[in-house]
């Protein structure tokens, strides 16, 4: 059973900082890993999706690396700022050939990036 | 165009009486997923819709909750004789297949008193 981690739960910054984001997940065979962002009260807003042949995917001053073979991916966010602030999820979709897409969430880490 | 919606915002109810929850995915988007948050816990799986296949239940915590699709239009979730576990935050998404990216609506919260 894929289980998706991410560490740590809770990161506080001060404005202008790069910052890395973990997850991890325990079984390889994923067809793809989606990075979200929730804000309180809101739904998630997909941030970026790596496909499990890709490497690297990057938007704006996001940047999501995957590393099947050790089970982890990273959001690598450049010169955060206040607006950054909020819950970041990663998720995957399994590559079984039952597989539906659906996601398998990590618990999220909750970001604070202070002025 | 407009993203997926869902409906109402907040429901509360109390514990015994039927809940319904209402999920408008985007136009020709033939996957629709739901899931639930509780409190304190990752985002659950509950149920998936592939055009007119059947759906995959696998993820339905009880034979309380059950969902309807008409083909690739709003889905409605059920969740029957309510219980206050089943308080949540219920989301609902939809992209253009399986496996593909998904895009969230801003969700149900739901509190069974």
């Known amino acids: 059973k894929q289980e998706v981690t991410q560490i740590p739960a809770a990161l506080s910054v001060p404005e202008g900082e790069n910052l890395v984001l973990n997850c991890s997940f325990t079984?390889?065979?994923?067809?793809?890993l989606q990075w979200f962002r929730q804000d309180p009260g809101k739904g998630l807003t997909s941030l970026l999706l790596?496909?499990?042949?890709?490497r690297e995917q990057t938007s704006g001053r996001l940047n999501a690396s995957l590393d099947k073979s050790s089970g982890r991916s990273t959001l690598y966010i450049a010169a955060s700022q206040p607006g950054d602030s909020a819950t970041y999820l990663c998720?995957?979709?399994?590559?079984?050939?039952?597989?539906?897409?659906?996601?398998?969430f990590g618990k999220g880490t909750k970001l604070s990036v202070k002025p | 165009g407009a993203g997926v919606s869902q409906s109402p915002s907040n429901k509360v109810t109390e514990k015994g009486k039927d809940v319904e929850l209402r999920c408008d995915p985007i136009?020709?988007?033939?996957?629709l997923y739901w899931y639930r948050q509780r409190l304190g816990q990752g985002l659950e799986f509950l149920i998936y819709?592939?055009?007119?296949?059947?759906?995959?239940k696998s993820g339905l915590p009880s034979d309380r909750f059950s969902a309807e699709r008409t083909g690739e239009s709003v889905s409605t979730l059920t969740i029957q004789r309510t219980q206050q576990e089943d308080s949540a935050v219920y989301l609902c998404?939809?992209?253009?297949?399986?496996?593909?990216?998904?895009?969230f609506g801003p969700g149900t919260r739901l509190t069974v008193l």
């Open positions: 998404a939809s992209s253009f297949d399986r496996r593909v990216e998904q895009f």
């Open positions: 079984d390889s065979a994923i067809y793809n």
């Open positions: 790596i496909q499990s042949s890709q």
């Open positions: 998720a995957a979709t399994m590559n079984y050939g039952g597989s539906q897409g659906n996601l398998i």
């Open positions: 136009s020709g988007h033939t996957a």
């Open positions: 819709f592939q055009g007119n296949s059947a759906p995959d």
